[in-house]
């Protein structure tokens, strides 16, 4: 049995870890970071102004996370928002992992060893609602462990528990309710509980149904992409992929293979009297998050990386659900402990290197803008070399955090969001410029003041021959560039 002053130990170390790679950067590469801090600005710009062009979307289903990037906007400053935002983030889904380990008596080493399942896709595309509901619903399954004795109390407190879950992300807030109905249908067989318990989901039910429409008026629709099918999703590189999926490279391969290697140290020992061991609610839910991420499309709705996203937290599951390694405990936390700092050191410095190479110029780049500029990004650097997906595809939003203004694309013109345009903007240029900036025209930029501009040395000396644009930096793959119209006025 594991002493809680060790289990503390264990997940302060993890922590202190974990928040290495947050601390020696100024720009994490994390895809939709300055995107989601932007929003917090707009809600100030939102709830100040009465003419502003912006209104808050307050029954949206993705809303609560921005009481911690608010917080951090607030303490940190808005240039910090997004970075100690997410790095709250982290420390809470470290943390919650080790209550949940200590509060079923599970390893405290395998909740350390699952810290390392934050740092995957959803930490670098930015799915910051999605990060921030997986500690909640945490909390949640300790809840649903808890003796209440008043069932009035009982209703009250998980009607309260849907509400957060609800506003955090509504995925988190559906499989929620499906793992109450397992639970009290199949495990605890408790048909009257499970009515009180539900009975606060009824509201909000309705209110989804009543809000799912606007996503429509706000183009939030795109078709259903099954990349995979059930089969592929099996093998072990599609798997090592939905697991972490963030950096290039042997890293992540690397540690995937350490993850399997324990599961095995855990189970082959322990296969007499393996169920005995294990905790089989924690070990059912696991799977029941495989089965969604075998079942589920790749795409839906604009919800990318739909499938995938349910493996991290699965194998996070599956790592507190085995046994016990039969391991001397020295060795194996000095193990463990030696591959987490392994990891997080690597980790740094693939972000370092990232910030030093690929995002030259930018800081440079939003210290020169003037307050409240109109800007147009283009990122003709499309992959990066470090990175996985399109990391660059929102860094130009960093303007809209720095200074304010108005971007050619913006969170608020996205239905979900919690700050939106009064009215969805009919643009005067080239749409989906973000992912695709060889389609921009010269119309397109003349629509703007400035330009925040990727590219290598060849694409900013052309862009300087061309006198669409008059330099403001001249140094970095992230160059500021002024309008040539804007220069006449």
């Known amino acids: ?11 302060a170390l993890s922590c202190c870890l974990a928040a290495l790679p947050f601390l020696v950067v100024k720009f994490p590469p994390i895809t939709d970071l300055p995107q989601h801090a932007a929003q917090v600005g707009l809600f100030g710009e939102a709830i100040n102004q009465p003419d502003s062009p912006y209104r808050i979307q307050w029954m949206t289903p993705y809303s609560l996370v921005y009481t911690v990037l608010g917080a951090s906007w607030l303490v940190f400053g808005p240039e910090n928002a997004g970075r100690i935002g997410m790095l709250i983030i982290a420390l809470l889904w470290i943390a919650m992992l080790h209550l949940l380990a200590a509060r079923l008596k599970r390893p405290a080493l395998a909740a350390s060893l699952a810290s390392i399942l934050f740092f995957g896709h959803i930490l670098y595309w930015g799915f910051y609602q999605f990060a921030f509901g997986w500690p909640l619903f945490i909390g949640y399954l300790l809840l649903l462990r808890a003796d209440f004795r008043n069932r009035w109390k009982e209703a009250l407190t998980f009607s309260g528990a849907w509400i957060i879950l609800y506003f955090t992300h509504i995925l988190w807030f559906f499989v929620a309710v499906a793992w109450l109905g397992v639970t009290h249908l199949f495990i605890r067989r408790d048909i009257k509980r ?18 799912y429409p606007n996503l429509a008026a706000y183009g939030f629709k795109s078709q259903t992409v099954w990349a995979t099918v059930p089969f592929e999703r099996l093998l072990p590189t599609w798997l090592a992929d939905a697991s972490f ?15 399997v290697i324990w599961v095995l140290l855990a189970w082959l020992p322990n296969r007499k009297g393996f169920l005995a061991r294990t905790d089989k609610s924690l070990l059912l839910l696991s799977a029941l998050f495989f089965i969604l991420a075998l079942v589920l499309p790749d795409k839906h709705t604009n919800t990318i990386r739909f499938c995938q996203r349910w493996v991290p937290p699965g194998l996070a599951l599956l790592l507190l659900g085995l046994p016990e390694i039969k391991v001397r405990k020295s060795a194996l936390t000095a193990a463990v402990f030696a591959s987490l700092l ?22 440079e780049s939003l ?19 470090i990175v996985r997906g399109r990391p660059f595809i929102q860094v130009f939003s960093y303007a809209q955090v720095y200074r304010g203004g108005e971007l050619n694309f913006s969170f608020a013109d996205f239905g979900p969001s919690l700050v939106l345009y009064r009215t969805p903007r009919q643009l005067a240029w080239t749409s989906g410029l973000e992912w695709f900036p060889e389609r921009a025209k010269k119309s397109d930029l003349l629509s703007f003041d400035y330009a925040l501009v990727s590219g290598d040395d060849g694409l900013h000396e052309a862009i300087r021959r061309d006198r669409t644009f008059d330099a403001v930096t001249s140094a970095g793959r992230w160059r500021l560039y002024k309008t040539v119209r804007n220069i006449q006025e």
Not at 1 to 11: H, I, N, Q, S, T
Not at 245 to 259: N, R, S
Not at 367 to 385: C, D, F, H, N, V
């Open 1 to 11: 049995m594991e002493r809680p002053k060790g289990r503390l130990v264990l997940a």
């Open 194 to 211: 499970l009515f009180l318990r539900a009975l606060g989901t009824v509201p909000l039910f309705a209110l989804a149904a009543a809000w």
């Open 245 to 259: 999926g963030g950096l290039k490279g042997a890293l992540e391969p690397v540690f995937f293979g350490l993850i």
């Open 342 to 363: 392994a990891f997080f050191a690597l980790t740094s410095l693939n972000w370092m290197a990232f910030e030093r190479s690929e995002l030259s110029g930018l800081g």
């Open 367 to 385: 210290e020169a803008l003037p307050q409240g500029p109109r800007l147009i990004g283009l990122s003709y650097m499309k992959e990066s070399t």
